[in-house]
Nanobody, 124 residues
């Protein structure tokens, strides 16, 4: 299974950015998808997850109301729409796939496949 993340970049505080992650090698709808982020010197943290159908989504408190996870199973792609970005959102963002059922949060060890990470930098 391969995950290819894209869409990172430099954005001003308050601005939007959308990340994408395309999956190949597995039936996409059978995978629960998640986004994590890792800031310098910090551990990788869960941010959002979505069920295989896209009907259920969960968010970390730090991004709830600002970020939206979605998926297009016809395109084998999961998205993370990030609005009202803050400097503290600066991190490398990773998409991940898990064979576990949908949960309100995942530990990185619970994810089976990872994308390569994409840098998001929010300037103040």
């Amino acid at each position: 299974v391969q995950l290819q993340a894209s869409g990172g970049g430099l954005v001003q505080a308050g601005g939007p950015l959308r990340l994408s992650c395309t999956v190949s090698g597995r039936t996409f709808s059978n995978l629960r998808m998640a986004w994590f982020r890792q800031a310098p010197g910090k551990e990788r943290e869960f941010e959002a997850a979505i069920s295989g159908s896209g009907a259920t989504a969960y968010y970390a408190d730090s991004v709830k109301g600002r970020f939206t996870i979605s998926r297009d199973n016809a395109k084998n792609t999961v998205y993370l729409q990030m609005n009202s970005l803050k400097p503290e959102d600066t991190a490398v963002y990773y998409c991940a796939a898990t064979n576990l059922g949908i949960r309100s949060s995942y530990h990185p060890n619970e994810c089976d496949y990872w994308g390569q990470g994409t840098q998001v930098t929010v300037s103040s």
